[in-house]
Protein backbone atom coordinates (compact mmCIF):
# COMPACT_ATOMS: atom_id res chain seq x y z
CA UNK A 1 0.00 0.00 0.00
CA UNK A 2 1.58 3.81 -1.35
CA UNK A 3 2.08 6.28 1.86
CA UNK A 4 -0.67 8.49 0.37
CA UNK A 5 -3.12 5.86 0.41
CA UNK A 6 -1.74 4.94 3.76
CA UNK A 7 -2.62 8.24 4.65
CA UNK A 8 -5.75 8.59 3.14
CA UNK A 9 -7.44 5.42 5.05
CA UNK A 10 -5.83 6.12 8.41
CA UNK A 11 -7.34 9.68 8.39
CA UNK A 12 -10.71 8.23 7.40
CA UNK A 13 -10.76 5.72 10.39
CA UNK A 14 -9.62 8.12 12.56
CA UNK A 15 -12.32 10.92 11.66
CA UNK A 16 -15.20 7.15 11.47
CA UNK A 17 -13.45 6.73 15.33
CA UNK A 18 -14.06 10.42 16.69
CA UNK A 19 -17.97 10.19 14.81
CA UNK A 20 -18.57 7.07 16.61
CA UNK A 21 -17.32 8.01 20.03
CA UNK A 22 -19.26 11.23 19.63
CA UNK A 23 -22.72 9.28 19.54
CA UNK A 24 -21.58 7.27 22.19
CA UNK A 25 -21.12 10.25 24.54
CA UNK A 26 -23.95 12.30 23.22
CA UNK A 27 -26.43 9.37 24.10
CA UNK A 28 -25.07 9.09 27.15
CA UNK A 29 -25.88 12.37 27.89
CA UNK A 30 -29.54 12.17 27.13
CA UNK A 31 -31.81 11.79 29.78
CA UNK A 32 -34.15 8.54 29.66
CA UNK A 33 -32.64 8.16 25.83
CA UNK A 34 -35.14 6.23 23.59
CA UNK A 35 -34.08 2.26 23.67
CA UNK A 36 -33.88 2.51 19.73
CA UNK A 37 -31.11 5.34 20.37
CA UNK A 38 -29.85 3.23 23.05
CA UNK A 39 -29.05 0.29 21.20
CA UNK A 40 -28.10 2.02 18.39
CA UNK A 41 -25.34 4.08 20.21
CA UNK A 42 -24.67 0.28 22.09
CA UNK A 43 -24.01 -0.73 18.09
CA UNK A 44 -21.18 2.40 17.80
CA UNK A 45 -19.54 1.67 21.09
CA UNK A 46 -19.25 -1.98 19.80
CA UNK A 47 -17.32 -1.07 16.52
CA UNK A 48 -14.70 1.26 17.94
CA UNK A 49 -12.47 -2.00 18.50
CA UNK A 50 -12.74 -3.06 15.12
CA UNK A 51 -12.20 0.71 14.12
CA UNK A 52 -9.10 0.68 16.37
CA UNK A 53 -7.76 -2.47 14.93
CA UNK A 54 -8.00 -1.26 11.48
CA UNK A 55 -6.21 1.41 12.55
CA UNK A 56 -3.59 0.07 13.89
CA UNK A 57 -3.24 -2.27 10.70
CA UNK A 58 -3.35 0.01 7.97
CA UNK A 59 0.08 1.88 9.94
CA UNK A 60 1.08 -2.01 9.75
CA UNK A 61 0.96 -2.53 6.20
CA UNK A 62 1.57 0.90 4.79
CA UNK A 63 4.95 -0.55 2.91
CA UNK A 64 3.61 -3.70 2.06
CA UNK A 65 1.73 -4.91 -0.82
CA UNK A 66 -0.80 -8.44 -1.19
CA UNK A 67 -3.76 -9.90 -1.77
CA UNK A 68 -4.99 -8.30 2.30
CA UNK A 69 -3.30 -5.20 1.64
CA UNK A 70 -5.28 -5.08 -1.35
CA UNK A 71 -8.98 -5.66 0.17
CA UNK A 72 -7.69 -3.09 3.36
CA UNK A 73 -6.71 -0.53 0.25
CA UNK A 74 -10.76 -1.16 -0.95
CA UNK A 75 -12.01 -0.09 2.02
CA UNK A 76 -10.99 3.39 1.29
CA UNK A 77 -11.76 2.80 -2.50
CA UNK A 78 -14.28 4.59 -4.91
CA UNK A 79 -17.55 4.03 -2.72
CA UNK A 80 -15.98 5.34 0.09
CA UNK A 81 -17.71 3.40 2.89
CA UNK A 82 -15.98 4.97 5.75
CA UNK A 83 -16.18 8.32 4.67
CA UNK A 84 -20.03 7.91 3.81
CA UNK A 85 -20.50 6.29 7.61
CA UNK A 86 -18.33 9.04 9.24
CA UNK A 87 -20.82 12.05 7.79
CA UNK A 88 -23.65 10.02 9.08
CA UNK A 89 -23.05 9.20 12.24
CA UNK A 90 -21.55 13.24 12.58
CA UNK A 91 -25.22 14.25 10.97
CA UNK A 92 -27.14 12.35 14.04
CA UNK A 93 -24.51 13.68 16.50
CA UNK A 94 -25.62 17.08 15.69
CA UNK A 95 -29.23 16.38 15.99
CA UNK A 96 -28.53 14.91 19.42
CA UNK A 97 -26.47 17.20 20.61
CA UNK A 98 -29.77 19.47 20.77
CA UNK A 99 -31.53 17.00 22.57
CA UNK A 100 -29.72 16.54 26.09
CA UNK A 101 -31.47 17.23 29.30
CA UNK A 102 -34.53 17.14 27.66
CA UNK A 103 -36.19 14.14 29.76
CA UNK A 104 -38.88 11.53 28.40
CA UNK A 105 -39.95 14.55 25.98
CA UNK A 106 -36.79 14.76 23.75
CA UNK A 107 -37.13 15.27 20.03
CA UNK A 108 -34.54 14.54 18.88
CA UNK A 109 -35.63 14.34 15.01
CA UNK A 110 -33.58 11.05 14.36
CA UNK A 111 -36.37 8.65 12.38
CA UNK A 112 -36.62 5.23 12.91
CA UNK A 113 -35.65 4.62 9.02
CA UNK A 114 -32.82 6.59 9.34
CA UNK A 115 -31.15 4.69 12.15
CA UNK A 116 -31.92 1.37 9.88
CA UNK A 117 -30.15 2.62 7.09
CA UNK A 118 -27.35 3.54 9.13
CA UNK A 119 -27.38 0.28 10.79
CA UNK A 120 -27.33 -1.73 7.99
CA UNK A 121 -24.43 0.47 6.37
CA UNK A 122 -21.82 -0.17 9.92
CA UNK A 123 -23.25 -4.01 9.26
CA UNK A 124 -21.99 -3.90 6.09
CA UNK A 125 -18.59 -1.99 7.40
CA UNK A 126 -17.66 -4.12 9.87
CA UNK A 127 -18.17 -7.29 7.45
CA UNK A 128 -15.56 -5.96 5.12
CA UNK A 129 -13.05 -4.79 7.99
CA UNK A 130 -13.58 -8.40 9.71
CA UNK A 131 -12.72 -9.53 5.91
CA UNK A 132 -9.69 -7.44 5.26
CA UNK A 133 -8.09 -7.97 8.37
CA UNK A 134 -8.62 -11.62 8.14
CA UNK A 135 -7.05 -11.87 4.66
CA UNK A 136 -4.25 -9.80 6.32
CA UNK A 137 -4.02 -12.05 9.25
CA UNK A 138 -4.04 -15.38 6.59
CA UNK A 139 -1.37 -13.72 4.43
CA UNK A 140 1.01 -12.96 7.28
CA UNK A 141 0.33 -16.74 8.64
CA UNK A 142 1.31 -17.76 4.47
CA UNK A 143 4.44 -16.25 5.17
CA UNK A 144 5.42 -17.66 7.88
CA UNK A 145 4.71 -20.82 6.99
CA UNK A 146 6.77 -20.76 3.93
CA UNK A 147 9.73 -18.88 5.90
CA UNK A 148 9.39 -21.55 9.03
CA UNK A 149 9.06 -24.48 6.60
CA UNK A 150 12.68 -25.90 7.54
CA UNK A 151 11.45 -26.14 11.22
CA UNK A 152 9.31 -28.78 11.25
CA UNK A 153 8.18 -28.21 14.77
CA UNK A 154 7.34 -24.49 14.38
CA UNK A 155 6.27 -25.13 10.95
CA UNK A 156 3.91 -27.80 12.59
CA UNK A 157 2.29 -24.93 15.17
CA UNK A 158 2.24 -22.70 12.55
CA UNK A 159 -0.19 -25.07 10.43
CA UNK A 160 -2.35 -25.44 13.49
CA UNK A 161 -3.05 -21.51 14.06
CA UNK A 162 -3.75 -21.38 10.37
CA UNK A 163 -6.09 -24.35 10.71
CA UNK A 164 -8.19 -22.28 14.05
CA UNK A 165 -8.07 -18.98 12.11
CA UNK A 166 -9.61 -20.87 9.21
CA UNK A 167 -12.27 -22.32 11.53
CA UNK A 168 -13.31 -18.84 12.53
CA UNK A 169 -13.37 -17.17 9.52
CA UNK A 170 -15.72 -20.06 8.08
CA UNK A 171 -17.75 -19.65 11.21
CA UNK A 172 -18.09 -15.76 10.84
CA UNK A 173 -19.27 -16.36 7.38
CA UNK A 174 -21.52 -18.79 8.37
CA UNK A 175 -23.13 -16.64 10.85
CA UNK A 176 -23.20 -13.57 8.34
CA UNK A 177 -24.87 -15.96 5.77
CA UNK A 178 -27.32 -16.92 8.39
CA UNK A 179 -28.27 -13.55 9.27
CA UNK A 180 -29.05 -12.53 5.43
CA UNK A 181 -30.94 -15.75 5.24
CA UNK A 182 -33.06 -15.07 7.76
CA UNK A 183 -33.70 -11.54 6.90
CA UNK A 184 -34.45 -12.81 3.10
CA UNK A 185 -36.81 -15.23 4.71
CA UNK A 186 -38.64 -14.44 7.82
CA UNK A 187 -40.67 -17.36 7.51
CA UNK A 188 -39.58 -21.15 8.46
CA UNK A 189 -42.06 -24.20 9.08
CA UNK A 190 -39.13 -26.42 10.40
CA UNK A 191 -41.32 -27.06 13.71
CA UNK A 192 -44.04 -27.47 11.69
CA UNK A 193 -42.51 -30.46 9.82
CA UNK A 194 -40.83 -31.47 13.02
CA UNK A 195 -43.98 -31.39 15.47
CA UNK A 196 -46.32 -32.69 12.35
CA UNK A 197 -43.96 -35.82 12.28
CA UNK A 198 -43.85 -36.25 16.29
CA UNK A 199 -48.00 -36.60 16.35
CA UNK A 200 -47.72 -39.44 13.36
CA UNK A 201 -48.37 -42.67 14.28
CA UNK A 202 -45.25 -44.64 13.15
CA UNK A 203 -45.96 -46.56 10.24
CA UNK A 204 -48.97 -44.19 9.09
CA UNK A 205 -49.42 -42.43 5.81
CA UNK A 206 -46.48 -44.34 4.46
CA UNK A 207 -48.81 -45.81 1.80
CA UNK A 208 -48.17 -42.53 -0.71
CA UNK A 209 -44.55 -43.70 -0.84
CA UNK A 210 -45.62 -46.77 -2.42
CA UNK A 211 -48.47 -45.08 -4.72
CA UNK A 212 -47.62 -45.20 -8.34
CA UNK A 213 -48.21 -41.52 -9.17
CA UNK A 214 -46.19 -40.25 -6.65
CA UNK A 215 -43.60 -42.97 -7.85
CA UNK A 216 -43.83 -41.81 -11.40
CA UNK A 217 -43.79 -38.01 -10.31
CA UNK A 218 -40.65 -38.50 -7.77
CA UNK A 219 -38.30 -39.84 -10.32
CA UNK A 220 -39.98 -38.50 -13.92
CA UNK A 221 -39.14 -35.70 -15.64
CA UNK A 222 -40.67 -33.13 -13.16
CA UNK A 223 -44.60 -31.86 -12.74
CA UNK A 224 -47.27 -31.45 -10.63
CA UNK A 225 -48.37 -33.90 -8.08
CA UNK A 226 -52.00 -32.44 -6.91
CA UNK A 227 -53.41 -34.71 -4.07
CA UNK A 228 -57.16 -33.82 -2.66
CA UNK A 229 -58.45 -34.95 0.39
CA UNK A 230 -61.58 -34.16 3.20
CA UNK A 231 -60.70 -32.30 6.24
CA UNK A 232 -59.18 -34.83 8.81
CA UNK A 233 -57.94 -37.73 6.04
CA UNK A 234 -54.31 -36.41 7.15
CA UNK A 235 -53.25 -34.34 4.10
CA UNK A 236 -51.12 -32.41 6.59
CA UNK A 237 -49.64 -35.90 7.88
CA UNK A 238 -48.69 -37.19 4.29
CA UNK A 239 -47.31 -33.77 3.40
CA UNK A 240 -45.06 -33.92 6.44
CA UNK A 241 -44.46 -37.81 5.53
CA UNK A 242 -43.11 -37.09 1.73
CA UNK A 243 -41.04 -34.39 3.23
CA UNK A 244 -39.36 -36.17 5.89
CA UNK A 245 -38.99 -39.51 3.04
CA UNK A 246 -37.47 -36.95 0.40
CA UNK A 247 -34.90 -35.49 2.76
CA UNK A 248 -33.39 -38.42 3.93
CA UNK A 249 -33.48 -39.91 0.20
CA UNK A 250 -31.31 -37.37 -0.90
CA UNK A 251 -29.45 -36.29 2.53
CA UNK A 252 -26.03 -37.27 1.17
CA UNK A 253 -27.02 -35.05 -2.72
CA UNK A 254 -25.72 -31.77 -3.49
CA UNK A 255 -27.75 -31.53 -6.09
CA UNK A 256 -31.21 -32.12 -5.38
CA UNK A 257 -32.95 -30.26 -2.27
CA UNK A 258 -36.31 -30.54 -0.95
CA UNK A 259 -38.51 -27.59 0.43
CA UNK A 260 -41.70 -27.76 2.06
CA UNK A 261 -44.24 -24.69 2.93
CA UNK A 262 -47.36 -25.37 5.09
CA UNK A 263 -49.99 -22.85 4.83
CA UNK A 264 -52.38 -21.42 7.38
CA UNK A 265 -55.38 -19.38 6.67
CA UNK A 266 -54.75 -17.62 10.22
CA UNK A 267 -51.34 -16.49 8.98
CA UNK A 268 -52.35 -14.82 5.90
CA UNK A 269 -50.76 -11.23 6.51
CA UNK A 270 -47.28 -13.24 7.11
CA UNK A 271 -47.76 -16.12 4.17
CA UNK A 272 -47.67 -13.64 1.28
CA UNK A 273 -46.15 -14.88 -1.72
CA UNK A 274 -43.29 -13.19 -1.55
CA UNK A 275 -42.74 -14.64 1.84
CA UNK A 276 -43.79 -18.27 0.81
CA UNK A 277 -41.34 -17.94 -2.04
CA UNK A 278 -38.46 -16.56 0.06
CA UNK A 279 -39.05 -19.43 2.35
CA UNK A 280 -38.88 -22.08 -0.57
CA UNK A 281 -35.61 -20.08 -1.48
CA UNK A 282 -34.05 -20.34 2.13
CA UNK A 283 -34.62 -24.14 2.32
CA UNK A 284 -32.66 -24.72 -0.76
CA UNK A 285 -29.45 -22.63 0.57
CA UNK A 286 -26.81 -22.90 3.13
CA UNK A 287 -25.12 -20.32 5.41
CA UNK A 288 -21.90 -23.00 4.81
CA UNK A 289 -21.83 -22.16 1.61
CA UNK A 290 -21.29 -18.83 -0.62
CA UNK A 291 -24.64 -17.05 -1.00
CA UNK A 292 -24.78 -15.41 -4.74
CA UNK A 293 -24.04 -12.12 -5.61
CA UNK A 294 -27.32 -11.70 -6.74
CA UNK A 295 -28.22 -12.79 -2.76
CA UNK A 296 -26.70 -10.25 -1.44
CA UNK A 297 -27.03 -7.20 -3.95
CA UNK A 298 -31.00 -7.79 -2.93
CA UNK A 299 -29.81 -7.97 1.03
CA UNK A 300 -28.12 -4.86 1.00
CA UNK A 301 -29.85 -2.49 -1.65
CA UNK A 302 -33.03 -3.74 0.50
CA UNK A 303 -31.25 -2.87 3.81
CA UNK A 304 -29.70 0.75 1.80
CA UNK A 305 -33.49 1.62 1.26
CA UNK A 306 -35.35 0.09 4.11
CA UNK A 307 -37.35 -1.97 2.41
CA UNK A 308 -38.18 -5.83 2.14
CA UNK A 309 -37.96 -7.81 -1.02
CA UNK A 310 -40.34 -8.17 -3.75
CA UNK A 311 -41.78 -11.15 -5.31
CA UNK A 312 -40.37 -10.50 -8.24
CA UNK A 313 -36.63 -10.10 -6.36
CA UNK A 314 -37.63 -13.56 -4.09
CA UNK A 315 -38.24 -15.11 -6.95
CA UNK A 316 -35.22 -14.27 -9.09
CA UNK A 317 -33.65 -15.75 -6.29
CA UNK A 318 -35.38 -19.18 -5.65
CA UNK A 319 -35.44 -19.53 -9.84
CA UNK A 320 -31.48 -18.90 -9.84
CA UNK A 321 -31.06 -21.33 -7.43
CA UNK A 322 -33.32 -23.98 -8.97
CA UNK A 323 -31.41 -23.76 -12.32
CA UNK A 324 -28.38 -24.77 -10.07
CA UNK A 325 -29.97 -27.97 -9.22
CA UNK A 326 -30.67 -31.20 -11.37
CA UNK A 327 -34.34 -31.47 -8.97
CA UNK A 328 -35.85 -30.01 -6.63
CA UNK A 329 -38.94 -31.28 -4.47
CA UNK A 330 -41.42 -28.46 -3.43
CA UNK A 331 -44.20 -29.68 -1.21
CA UNK A 332 -47.32 -27.32 -0.55
CA UNK A 333 -49.75 -28.45 2.31
CA UNK A 334 -53.43 -27.04 2.22
CA UNK A 335 -53.58 -24.58 -0.11
CA UNK A 336 -57.09 -24.22 0.40
CA UNK A 337 -56.11 -23.16 3.66
CA UNK A 338 -54.08 -20.14 1.81
CA UNK A 339 -55.02 -16.70 2.12
CA UNK A 340 -58.53 -15.63 0.21
CA UNK A 341 -56.38 -12.44 -0.73
CA UNK A 342 -57.71 -11.77 -4.42
CA UNK A 343 -55.18 -13.97 -7.03
CA UNK A 344 -52.63 -15.05 -4.07
CA UNK A 345 -53.28 -18.75 -4.63
CA UNK A 346 -53.19 -18.54 -8.12
CA UNK A 347 -49.68 -16.58 -8.08
CA UNK A 348 -48.13 -18.68 -5.45
CA UNK A 349 -48.88 -21.68 -8.39
CA UNK A 350 -48.26 -19.89 -11.46
CA UNK A 351 -44.49 -19.17 -10.08
CA UNK A 352 -44.41 -22.82 -8.22
CA UNK A 353 -45.16 -23.72 -12.82
CA UNK A 354 -42.78 -21.56 -13.74
CA UNK A 355 -40.11 -23.61 -12.25
CA UNK A 356 -40.12 -27.16 -13.88
CA UNK A 357 -39.18 -29.38 -15.20
CA UNK A 358 -36.68 -29.25 -12.11
CA UNK A 359 -38.66 -28.49 -9.53
CA UNK A 360 -41.19 -31.70 -8.72
CA UNK A 361 -44.15 -29.82 -6.97
CA UNK A 362 -46.96 -31.74 -4.78
CA UNK A 363 -50.20 -29.92 -3.48
CA UNK A 364 -52.39 -31.09 -1.05
CA UNK A 365 -55.73 -29.31 -0.74
CA UNK A 366 -59.25 -29.66 -0.09
CA UNK A 367 -60.36 -29.30 -3.77
CA UNK A 368 -58.08 -28.18 -6.49
CA UNK A 369 -59.66 -24.59 -8.70
CA UNK A 370 -61.08 -25.04 -11.80
CA UNK A 371 -57.18 -24.55 -13.72
CA UNK A 372 -55.38 -26.58 -11.96
CA UNK A 373 -57.86 -29.59 -11.43
CA UNK A 374 -58.14 -28.83 -15.70
CA UNK A 375 -54.87 -29.08 -15.91
CA UNK A 376 -53.36 -32.02 -13.66
CA UNK A 377 -56.20 -34.22 -12.74
CA UNK A 378 -54.33 -37.13 -14.44
CA UNK A 379 -51.53 -36.34 -11.72
CA UNK A 380 -53.81 -36.22 -8.74
CA UNK A 381 -54.08 -38.75 -5.77
CA UNK A 382 -56.83 -39.10 -3.67
CA UNK A 383 -56.12 -38.65 0.70
CA UNK A 384 -58.27 -40.65 2.46
CA UNK A 385 -57.66 -42.61 5.75
CA UNK A 386 -56.75 -46.20 4.79
CA UNK A 387 -57.76 -49.14 7.68
CA UNK A 388 -54.65 -50.01 8.07
CA UNK A 389 -53.22 -46.73 9.32
CA UNK A 390 -56.85 -46.43 11.49
CA UNK A 391 -55.85 -49.50 12.77
CA UNK A 392 -52.04 -48.71 13.52
CA UNK A 393 -53.33 -44.76 15.19
CA UNK A 394 -56.71 -46.51 17.12
CA UNK A 395 -54.49 -48.74 18.78
CA UNK A 396 -51.53 -46.55 19.59
CA UNK A 397 -53.96 -44.24 21.20
CA UNK A 398 -56.05 -46.41 23.22
CA UNK A 399 -53.05 -48.38 24.62
CA UNK A 400 -51.74 -44.41 25.80
CA UNK A 401 -54.47 -43.18 27.04
CA UNK A 402 -57.21 -46.52 28.04
CA UNK A 403 -53.95 -48.35 29.28
CA UNK A 404 -55.60 -49.84 32.31
CA UNK A 405 -58.68 -50.57 30.56
CA UNK A 406 -57.79 -52.29 26.97
CA UNK A 407 -54.88 -53.90 28.89
CA UNK A 408 -57.05 -56.07 30.97
CA UNK A 409 -59.56 -56.60 28.08
CA UNK A 410 -58.91 -57.48 24.91
CA UNK A 411 -62.10 -57.74 23.44
CA UNK A 412 -62.88 -54.09 24.77
CA UNK A 413 -59.48 -53.14 22.56
CA UNK A 414 -60.95 -54.59 19.79
CA UNK A 415 -64.37 -53.47 20.29
CA UNK A 416 -63.52 -50.25 20.30
CA UNK A 417 -61.06 -50.73 17.46
CA UNK A 418 -63.82 -51.82 15.30
CA UNK A 419 -66.24 -49.38 15.96
CA UNK A 420 -63.63 -45.98 15.17
CA UNK A 421 -62.42 -47.59 12.35
CA UNK A 422 -66.16 -48.52 10.94
CA UNK A 423 -67.46 -44.45 11.70
CA UNK A 424 -63.90 -43.49 9.73
CA UNK A 425 -64.74 -44.97 6.49
CA UNK A 426 -65.39 -42.82 3.71
CA UNK A 427 -62.94 -40.05 5.19
Known amino acids: MDPITAVGLAA ?27 AFAEEASNMLSLLYRLKNRVQEVKDQNGPGVDRLTTLGGNNRLLDQLSVALKRIADKLAGAKRIGKRVLWRLHKKEILEILATMERLKSLINIALQDNVESMVRTILRDTSSVPGLSQGISGIKASIDEQASQAEADHNRRIIEWLSPLSFSAIQKDTLQKRENGTSTWILEDPRFKQWSVGGGGVLCCQGIPGSGKTIIASVVTNHLTHLYSESEDTKVACVYCRHNEKDLQSPANM ?28 QGTRPTLDEVFGLLEAEVKQLSKVFMIVDALDEYSPEPGFRQVL ?79
Open 12 to 38: SVVQLIAAAGQIAQCVNDIVEAPKELL
Open 277 to 304: IASLWRQLVSPRKPLSRDVRETYITNQD
Open 349 to 427: TEKLAKLRPEAHVMITSRNFEDDLAEEYSSHGVQISAREKDLHIYVTGRTQRELRRHVLRDKELMAAISEKIIDRAKGM
